[in-house]
C-alpha cells in the first residue's frame, strides 16, 4: 500500500493496452453546464475510455454503461460512487448504509426502505401531491411569470416530501443545498466540492438533528424506517442514516427532475400540445423527460476484482464513471436519441439508475412529477422561456440554475 | 432461442422468441407487449410487470425471491400464488415454451 501512487483519493492505474485515452475533464464546469458533446465524444471513442486527468474509465455507451452499472459483483458500490476510495482513504462523511454498501448488508437496508417507498405506499400520498400541485400551480398561473426552480420546482419537493418524510423542521434552502452537497462530493477535489464540503460543514448538524425520531411525526415514512429498527430488521442506529438517505436522494434530485420536465415542454411546445391532448401520457413522458436529461449524470463504482469491461481487463481498485447521461441519449439504443418524444416509453433508461442499487426513492419521484405535470396541463395551455435558462454545474446532477417561464392559463 | 406467449385478460395471445437470459419483461417490451408496463425497468420496484404464470410452468419457472414477494404487494391486480415480477424470470432453453398470462391493468 505503502508505495502506490493515489489520484483524488484512488490508486492510480496503468491503462490496458489499446483503450482508447481521453485527456477531458469530465468535471469541468463548461461541460457540467452542456455535456451533450462529451457524452457524444465518450460514446464515439469506444465502450471505455480512459481520462489520465483523474486516472479512471469512463462508460457512455447504452449497453457497457448499464452492463457494468448493474453488475454489483464485479462493481462495487461500497467503495464509494464517487471518485474517492474508501478502501485507501476516509470517507467525506459516514458513509450511507443504502448506497454505498455492497451485499449483504445493502439487501437489508435497501429491503426496509424499498417497503418505506413502494408503489402501495405511494398510492396512499396520492391525493396530498394532487392537492398540493393544484394549489401551487394555481397561485404561479396567477402571477403569470415565475422564476420556475425556485417558485416551482424547488417549492414543490419541499412542501411535499417533508410531510412523506414526517419531519417537523423544514428548511428550503437547507433541504435542497444538502442534496447538492452530497452529489457535488461525488466529483474530484474541484471548487464545487469544496463549495459544497464548506457547505456542509453548515448544515450536516441541522440535517443530522432532522432525522432523530423525536423530530419526526409518528405517520409519515421516517416512523416506519424506526419501527423496523424496533423489529429488528436493521438496527437503532442505522436508522437515522437511512432517514438521512431520504433527505440527501430525495429532495435535490426531484427538483431537478421537476425543473428539467418544465424545461423540455418549454423547449417542446408541440409535446406539451399533446400532453394536454392525452393526459394518459404523463407517465411516459416522465420517463421521457429523466432519459432526455439525466438528473443524475454520472455516477461511479469500483472494481472490487480483476476483471474485464468489454474485453479490456481492469484492475482490482479501477475507478469507473458510469456516465448516465450519456447512455441515456445513446442512439444505438435510442433511435431518434437526441429528441423529446413523450410517447416514447424508454423503459430500461438509466435515469433511476439500474440493478440493486436502482433508485429506491423512483416511486415517489414519479409520483410528485405526476401530480406537478397534471396539474400544470389541466391549467396551463402554454409554457414559454422567459429568459435565459443556464445550466447549474454539479458534479453528478443535471440541473436548472434559473427557468424563468411566463404561464399562458388555459 | 426460447419462446414465451403472453396471452392478456381479453385472451389476445402473443408469442414471442426470447434471447436467452433476457428476462420475460424484457421480452414483451422488446416484442411490443404494452399489457407489461415495466416503468422501473427491472430494478423491481415497481411492480407494472406483474404476470401469472401458467400452472403448467409453474415448477420450472421457480418461485419468488423475498424482495420479489414485497413489491407483489404493490401489485393493482389480485396476487395469486402462480404471480410473478416478469422481470425476475430470465429465459432459458428449458423455459422454450413457456406461458404467462397477464393481468387486466399494470397501474
Given at each position: 500500500m505503502r508505495d502506490m501512487e493515489l489520484i483524488e483519493g484512488h490508486r492510480a492505474i496503468t491503462p490496458p493496452e489499446g483503450m482508447p485515452v481521453w485527456d477531458v475533464d469530465p468535471f469541468d464546469t463548461a461541460i457540467l453546464s452542456d455535456p451533450e458533446p462529451y457524452y457524444a465524444g465518450l460514446r464515439a471513442r469506444g465502450p471505455v475510455v480512459y481520462i489520465p486527468r483523474w486516472s479512471v474509465l469512463a462508460l457512455g455507451q447504452y449497453e457497457t454503461t448499464k452492463a457494468v452499472f448493474s453488475d454489483h459483483e464485479n462493481f462495487v458500490s461500497s467503495r464509494g460512487v464517487g471518485l474517492n476510495d474508501f478502501h485507501v482513504g476516509d470517507p467525506w462523511r459516514p458513509p450511507s448504509i443504502i448506497l454505498e454498501v455492497d451485499p449483504p448488508d445493502h439487501t437489508r437496508t435497501r429491503r426496509v426502505m424499498s417497503r418505506a417507498l413502494s408503489p402501495k405506499v405511494?398510492?396512499?400520498?396520492?391525493?396530498?401531491?394532487?392537492?398540493?400541485?393544484?394549489?401551487?400551480?394555481?397561485?404561479?398561473?396567477?402571477?403569470?411569470?415565475?422564476?420556475?426552480?425556485?417558485?416551482?420546482?424547488?417549492?414543490?419537493?419541499?412542501?411535499?416530501?417533508?410531510?412523506?418524510?414526517?419531519?417537523?423542521?423544514?428548511?428550503?434552502?437547507?433541504?435542497?443545498?444538502?442534496?447538492?452537497?452530497?452529489?457535488?462530493?461525488?466529483?474530484?477535489?474541484?471548487?464545487?466540492?469544496?463549495?459544497?464540503?464548506?457547505?456542509?460543514?453548515?448544515?450536516?448538524?441541522?440535517?443530522?438533528?432532522?432525522?432523530?425520531?423525536?423530530?419526526?411525526?409518528?405517520?409519515?415514512?421516517?416512523?416506519?424506517?424506526?419501527?423496523?429498527?424496533?423489529?429488528?430488521?436493521?438496527?437503532?442506529?442505522?436508522?437515522?442514516?437511512?432517514?438521512?438517505?431520504?433527505?440527501?436522494?430525495?429532495?435535490d434530485t426531484t427538483v431537478t427532475g421537476i425543473g428539467n420536465a418544465l424545461y423540455c415542454f418549454a423547449a417542446n411546445p408541440g409535446e406539451w400540445d399533446r400532453l394536454r391532448a392525452e393526459p394518459k401520457l404523463v407517465r411516459p413522458a416522465i420517463e421521457e423527460v429523466l432519459r432526455y436529461t439525466s438528473p443524475v449524470h454520472t455516477f461511479g463504482r469500483t472494481a472490487g476484482r480483476d476483471c474485464e469491461i468489454a474485453g479490456y481487463p481492469v484492475e482490482e481498485g479501477t475507478k469507473i464513471l458510469c456516465v448516465l447521461g450519456a447512455a441515456n441519449l445513446d442512439p444505438d439504443k435510442w433511435g431518434d436519441a437526441d429528441t423529446f418524444r413523450i410517447d416514447r416509453r424508454p423503459v430500461g433508461h438509466m435515469g433511476f439508475g439500474a440493478g440493486i442499487h436502482g433508485c429506491v426513492g423512483q416511486n415517489i419521484a414519479r409520483g410528485e412529477m405526476e401530480a406537478v405535470l397534471t396539474a400544470l396541463a389541466r391549467k396551463v395551455a402554454r409554457i414559454e422561456f422567459d429568459g435565459d435558462a443556464p445550466w447549474r454545474p454539479n458534479n453528478a446532477i443535471h440541473a436548472l440554475d434559473k427557468l424563468p417561464l411566463k404561464l399562458t392559463p388555459a | 432461442m426460447p419462446k414465451v406467449t403472453y396471452i392478456e385478460h381479453d385472451g389476445t395471445e402473443t408469442t414471442l422468441e426470447a434471447a436467452t437470459g433476457d428476462s420475460v419483461m424484457e421480452t414483451a417490451i422488446a416484442g411490443g407487449v404494452d399489457r407489461i408496463v415495466a416503468e422501473c425497468g427491472g430494478s423491481m420496484m415497481c411492480a407494472t410487470c406483474h404476470c401469472y404464470v401458467d400452472d403448467a410452468w409453474i415448477e420450472r419457472t421457480g418461485t419468488r425471491s423475498e424482495g420479489e414477494d414485497d413489491m407483489l404487494a404493490s401489485a393493482v391486480c389480485e396476487v395469486k400464488p402462480t404471480s410473478r415480477l416478469s422481470c425476475q424470470i430470465a429465459m432459458t432453453p428449458e423455459l422454450d415454451g413457456l406461458v404467462v398470462h397477464l393481468p387486466e391493468e399494470q397501474v
Open positions: 405511494v398510492r396512499t400520498m396520492a391525493g396530498m401531491f394532487a392537492e398540493a400541485a393544484e394549489e401551487l400551480v394555481d397561485e404561479l398561473v396567477a402571477r403569470g411569470r415565475i422564476e420556475a426552480v425556485e417558485d416551482l420546482a424547488e417549492r414543490f419537493p419541499i412542501t411535499v416530501f417533508p410531510r412523506v418524510v414526517g419531519m417537523r423542521d423544514v428548511d428550503q434552502r437547507i433541504l435542497v443545498d444538502y442534496g447538492a452537497c452530497v452529489f457535488n462530493s461525488m466529483g474530484p477535489d474541484n471548487a464545487l466540492r469544496r463549495a459544497a464540503t464548506a457547505r456542509n460543514k453548515e448544515i450536516a448538524p441541522w440535517i443530522m438533528a432532522a432525522c432523530a425520531r423525536e423530530r419526526l411525526t409518528e405517520d409519515g415514512i421516517g416512523a416506519m424506517i424506526y419501527a423496523d429498527a424496533d423489529a429488528g430488521e436493521i438496527g437503532q442506529d442505522e436508522a437515522p442514516l437511512l432517514v438521512r438517505s431520504l433527505l440527501s436522494a430525495g429532495v | -
